[in-house]
């Protein structure tokens, strides 16, 4: 099950809001009993529960590739190391290495 914050996102994002700042735009709170908006400031309407029932399928998407994009990130390493990895064994061999890390770890 998707976070709240992330089904926010998808919502907004489905009704053309690109980026939500979670500390101006909308804050979120949890008394005990699970998270709930506490604040709506974003121009488009507050969703409904039904809303983000709606959204709980993009925001689970979303929330698997963000670990995707993590996972390779790891398996990169940092830039000094590709561009190491580069210069001892060329450009042909880092795009086959991307390539196998992308195999690797797929995109949902």
Known sequence: MAQLSTKIKEYAKA???A???FLKDVMLQDDGQGPYIKEWNLAIAKPTNAQLADAEAAANTAEAN???VSERKKAYGSIESQIEFITENGL????AKVAQIKADNPKV
């Open 19 to 21: 980026d939500v700042d």
């Open 66 to 68: 963000a670990q995707v």
């Open 15 to 17: 009704q053309g809001v």
């Open 92 to 95: 042909d061999a880092w795009t």
